[in-house]
Protein backbone atom coordinates (compact mmCIF):
# COMPACT_ATOMS: atom_id res chain seq x y z
CA UNK A 1 0.00 0.00 0.00
CA UNK A 2 2.98 2.46 1.09
CA UNK A 3 4.51 1.80 -2.79
CA UNK A 4 1.16 2.47 -4.35
CA UNK A 5 0.68 5.82 -2.29
CA UNK A 6 4.22 6.87 -3.34
CA UNK A 7 3.49 5.71 -7.06
CA UNK A 8 -0.22 7.66 -7.03
CA UNK A 9 1.35 10.91 -4.77
CA UNK A 10 4.10 11.12 -7.60
CA UNK A 11 2.09 10.57 -10.57
CA UNK A 12 -0.23 13.41 -9.16
CA UNK A 13 2.46 15.62 -8.36
CA UNK A 14 3.81 15.79 -11.90
CA UNK A 15 0.73 15.37 -13.43
CA UNK A 16 -0.28 19.07 -11.83
CA UNK A 17 3.11 20.47 -12.25
CA UNK A 18 3.04 20.32 -15.64
CA UNK A 19 -0.26 21.50 -16.37
CA UNK A 20 -0.86 25.02 -17.41
CA UNK A 21 -4.00 27.12 -17.36
CA UNK A 22 -3.83 27.34 -21.44
CA UNK A 23 -4.08 23.55 -21.58
CA UNK A 24 -6.68 23.01 -19.18
CA UNK A 25 -9.12 26.18 -20.15
CA UNK A 26 -8.81 24.66 -23.89
CA UNK A 27 -9.69 21.29 -23.06
CA UNK A 28 -13.02 22.98 -20.87
CA UNK A 29 -13.72 24.78 -24.20
CA UNK A 30 -13.45 22.30 -26.45
CA UNK A 31 -16.02 20.58 -23.37
CA UNK A 32 -18.59 23.47 -24.19
CA UNK A 33 -17.90 23.72 -27.94
CA UNK A 34 -18.96 19.76 -27.89
CA UNK A 35 -22.13 19.75 -25.59
CA UNK A 36 -23.07 22.91 -27.30
CA UNK A 37 -22.60 21.24 -31.07
CA UNK A 38 -24.46 18.14 -29.77
CA UNK A 39 -27.24 20.44 -27.80
CA UNK A 40 -27.56 21.88 -31.13
CA UNK A 41 -27.97 19.18 -32.56
CA UNK A 42 -30.92 17.56 -30.49
CA UNK A 43 -32.42 20.95 -30.46
CA UNK A 44 -32.78 21.27 -34.60
CA UNK A 45 -34.56 17.73 -34.26
CA UNK A 46 -36.77 18.71 -31.63
CA UNK A 47 -38.10 21.65 -33.86
CA UNK A 48 -40.38 19.23 -35.66
CA UNK A 49 -40.94 16.38 -32.95
CA UNK A 50 -38.17 14.29 -33.70
CA UNK A 51 -35.89 14.57 -31.02
CA UNK A 52 -37.49 11.90 -28.67
CA UNK A 53 -37.43 9.73 -31.74
CA UNK A 54 -33.88 9.95 -32.78
CA UNK A 55 -32.50 10.26 -29.59
CA UNK A 56 -33.63 7.36 -27.58
CA UNK A 57 -32.21 4.14 -26.74
CA UNK A 58 -31.04 2.43 -29.85
CA UNK A 59 -32.82 5.12 -31.92
CA UNK A 60 -31.16 6.39 -34.84
CA UNK A 61 -28.30 9.00 -33.39
CA UNK A 62 -26.46 5.41 -31.42
CA UNK A 63 -25.59 4.46 -35.19
CA UNK A 64 -24.08 7.93 -35.55
CA UNK A 65 -22.10 8.00 -32.29
CA UNK A 66 -21.10 4.53 -33.37
CA UNK A 67 -19.04 6.08 -36.31
CA UNK A 68 -18.05 9.18 -34.93
CA UNK A 69 -16.49 7.01 -31.95
CA UNK A 70 -15.24 4.12 -34.64
CA UNK A 71 -13.38 6.89 -36.14
CA UNK A 72 -11.95 8.15 -33.03
CA UNK A 73 -10.78 4.82 -32.27
CA UNK A 74 -9.08 4.32 -35.52
CA UNK A 75 -7.38 7.64 -35.21
CA UNK A 76 -6.02 6.43 -31.34
CA UNK A 77 -4.89 3.45 -32.98
CA UNK A 78 -3.15 4.88 -35.83
CA UNK A 79 -1.39 7.38 -33.29
CA UNK A 80 -0.33 4.15 -31.27
CA UNK A 81 1.37 3.08 -34.89
CA UNK A 82 2.87 6.21 -35.22
CA UNK A 83 4.07 7.49 -31.99
CA UNK A 84 6.15 5.99 -28.97
CA UNK A 85 6.55 6.92 -25.66
CA UNK A 86 4.24 7.69 -23.61
CA UNK A 87 1.44 8.42 -26.82
CA UNK A 88 1.95 5.14 -27.58
CA UNK A 89 0.47 3.97 -24.38
CA UNK A 90 -2.19 6.72 -23.96
CA UNK A 91 -3.71 6.46 -27.48
CA UNK A 92 -3.38 2.54 -27.66
CA UNK A 93 -5.58 2.56 -24.11
CA UNK A 94 -7.85 4.95 -26.09
CA UNK A 95 -8.01 3.09 -28.80
CA UNK A 96 -9.59 0.01 -26.98
CA UNK A 97 -12.16 2.06 -25.14
CA UNK A 98 -13.31 3.81 -28.65
CA UNK A 99 -13.43 0.11 -30.06
CA UNK A 100 -15.54 -1.42 -27.10
CA UNK A 101 -17.83 1.89 -27.39
CA UNK A 102 -18.71 0.67 -30.59
CA UNK A 103 -19.79 -2.37 -29.64
CA UNK A 104 -22.15 -1.26 -26.83
CA UNK A 105 -23.44 1.50 -29.08
CA UNK A 106 -24.50 -0.67 -31.75
CA UNK A 107 -28.14 -1.92 -31.54
CA UNK A 108 -28.59 -6.16 -30.56
CA UNK A 109 -30.62 -7.14 -33.46
CA UNK A 110 -32.91 -9.24 -30.36
CA UNK A 111 -33.36 -5.98 -28.65
CA UNK A 112 -36.79 -4.92 -28.10
CA UNK A 113 -36.11 -1.59 -28.47
CA UNK A 114 -34.16 -2.13 -31.85
CA UNK A 115 -35.93 -0.10 -34.39
CA UNK A 116 -34.23 -0.39 -37.60
CA UNK A 117 -30.39 0.43 -39.19
CA UNK A 118 -27.24 -1.22 -38.12
CA UNK A 119 -27.13 -4.01 -35.75
CA UNK A 120 -25.45 -6.68 -33.83
CA UNK A 121 -26.69 -10.00 -33.12
CA UNK A 122 -25.66 -10.46 -29.00
CA UNK A 123 -23.82 -13.96 -29.98
CA UNK A 124 -21.64 -11.84 -31.97
CA UNK A 125 -20.37 -9.30 -29.60
CA UNK A 126 -18.58 -11.59 -27.28
CA UNK A 127 -16.19 -12.63 -30.88
CA UNK A 128 -15.49 -8.85 -31.90
CA UNK A 129 -14.77 -7.87 -28.24
CA UNK A 130 -12.20 -10.78 -28.02
CA UNK A 131 -10.64 -9.65 -31.73
CA UNK A 132 -10.48 -5.91 -30.32
CA UNK A 133 -8.44 -6.77 -27.46
CA UNK A 134 -6.15 -9.00 -29.83
CA UNK A 135 -5.85 -6.15 -32.02
CA UNK A 136 -5.10 -3.69 -29.03
CA UNK A 137 -3.09 -6.28 -27.08
CA UNK A 138 -0.70 -7.71 -30.01
CA UNK A 139 0.45 -4.01 -30.59
CA UNK A 140 2.00 -3.31 -27.41
CA UNK A 141 3.67 -7.03 -27.49
CA UNK A 142 4.82 -6.30 -30.98
CA UNK A 143 6.31 -2.38 -30.14
CA UNK A 144 7.45 -3.28 -27.15
CA UNK A 145 7.92 1.11 -26.54
CA UNK A 146 9.54 2.09 -23.63
CA UNK A 147 7.73 4.28 -21.12
CA UNK A 148 10.05 5.96 -19.02
CA UNK A 149 12.84 5.81 -15.89
CA UNK A 150 10.95 8.32 -14.32
CA UNK A 151 7.27 9.48 -13.92
CA UNK A 152 8.58 12.96 -14.24
CA UNK A 153 9.39 12.66 -17.53
CA UNK A 154 5.92 11.66 -18.49
CA UNK A 155 3.27 14.74 -19.53
CA UNK A 156 0.02 13.18 -18.63
CA UNK A 157 -1.50 15.55 -20.79
CA UNK A 158 -3.75 13.48 -22.85
CA UNK A 159 -5.46 12.57 -19.64
CA UNK A 160 -6.84 15.87 -19.46
CA UNK A 161 -8.80 15.52 -22.68
CA UNK A 162 -9.67 12.01 -22.05
CA UNK A 163 -10.62 12.51 -18.38
CA UNK A 164 -13.12 15.29 -19.92
CA UNK A 165 -15.00 13.15 -22.28
CA UNK A 166 -14.95 10.37 -19.65
CA UNK A 167 -16.35 13.12 -17.21
CA UNK A 168 -19.35 14.02 -20.23
CA UNK A 169 -19.99 10.01 -21.02
CA UNK A 170 -20.42 9.62 -17.27
CA UNK A 171 -22.73 12.00 -16.87
CA UNK A 172 -24.63 10.55 -19.50
CA UNK A 173 -25.00 7.30 -17.57
CA UNK A 174 -26.69 9.69 -15.17
CA UNK A 175 -29.18 11.10 -16.94
CA UNK A 176 -30.22 7.31 -18.13
CA UNK A 177 -30.79 6.17 -14.51
CA UNK A 178 -32.98 9.43 -14.43
CA UNK A 179 -34.73 8.21 -17.04
CA UNK A 180 -33.86 10.86 -19.26
CA UNK A 181 -32.90 9.88 -22.95
CA UNK A 182 -32.62 12.86 -24.91
CA UNK A 183 -30.37 14.48 -22.28
CA UNK A 184 -28.18 10.83 -22.04
CA UNK A 185 -27.83 10.83 -26.10
CA UNK A 186 -26.70 14.38 -26.76
CA UNK A 187 -24.01 14.19 -23.67
CA UNK A 188 -23.00 10.71 -25.15
CA UNK A 189 -23.14 11.96 -28.79
CA UNK A 190 -20.44 15.39 -27.14
CA UNK A 191 -18.15 12.71 -25.35
CA UNK A 192 -17.51 10.93 -28.89
CA UNK A 193 -17.14 14.07 -30.85
CA UNK A 194 -14.88 15.35 -27.78
CA UNK A 195 -12.98 11.91 -28.72
CA UNK A 196 -13.14 12.63 -32.13
CA UNK A 197 -11.33 16.04 -32.28
CA UNK A 198 -9.03 15.09 -29.23
CA UNK A 199 -7.57 11.90 -31.40
CA UNK A 200 -7.28 14.70 -34.33
CA UNK A 201 -4.90 17.07 -32.52
CA UNK A 202 -3.01 14.02 -31.88
CA UNK A 203 -2.16 14.01 -35.37
CA UNK A 204 -2.14 17.37 -35.75
CA UNK A 205 0.11 18.55 -32.54
CA UNK A 206 1.74 15.87 -30.77
CA UNK A 207 4.40 17.85 -29.33
CA UNK A 208 1.12 19.02 -27.23
CA UNK A 209 1.06 15.43 -25.50
CA UNK A 210 4.76 14.26 -25.44
CA UNK A 211 7.16 15.43 -22.32
CA UNK A 212 10.15 15.25 -24.13
CA UNK A 213 9.28 18.39 -26.08
CA UNK A 214 8.08 19.81 -22.93
CA UNK A 215 10.21 21.67 -20.18
CA UNK A 216 11.52 19.23 -18.02
CA UNK A 217 10.82 19.47 -14.08
CA UNK A 218 14.19 20.18 -12.11
CA UNK A 219 13.12 18.92 -8.66
CA UNK A 220 14.12 14.85 -7.99
CA UNK A 221 10.96 12.51 -8.07
CA UNK A 222 10.19 10.56 -4.90
CA UNK A 223 9.36 7.39 -7.01
CA UNK A 224 12.46 5.81 -7.43
CA UNK A 225 14.75 3.69 -5.26
CA UNK A 226 18.46 3.76 -5.03
CA UNK A 227 18.51 5.78 -8.55
CA UNK A 228 16.28 3.44 -10.30
CA UNK A 229 12.70 3.27 -11.64
CA UNK A 230 10.70 1.20 -11.22
CA UNK A 231 8.86 1.71 -14.62
CA UNK A 232 11.89 0.68 -16.80
CA UNK A 233 15.19 -0.91 -16.83
CA UNK A 234 16.35 0.84 -19.85
CA UNK A 235 19.23 3.19 -19.72
CA UNK A 236 18.04 5.35 -22.63
CA UNK A 237 14.63 6.55 -24.13
CA UNK A 238 14.18 6.01 -27.70
Known amino acids: MHVLRLFFTEAL ?36 G ?35 FEI ?17 EIPACESAFYFGGICLRHSWQGEIQAVIVLLVAGLALWRREPLARHLRELNFFWIVPAGTAFAILVAAEVMEGLGQPVI ?24 WF ?26 HLR
Open 13 to 48: RVFLLRRTLKEIAGSLGLAVVTITAAGLVAWLFSLD
Open 88 to 104: FYGTLLLSLGAFLAVVR
Open 210 to 235: DARQAPQLSEPGVWSWRGRSFLSRRE
Open 50 to 84: AASDVFQENGPIESVQAWIVLVAGVQFYLAALRFG
Open 184 to 207: EETLELAGYLHLLVFAAALHLAPH
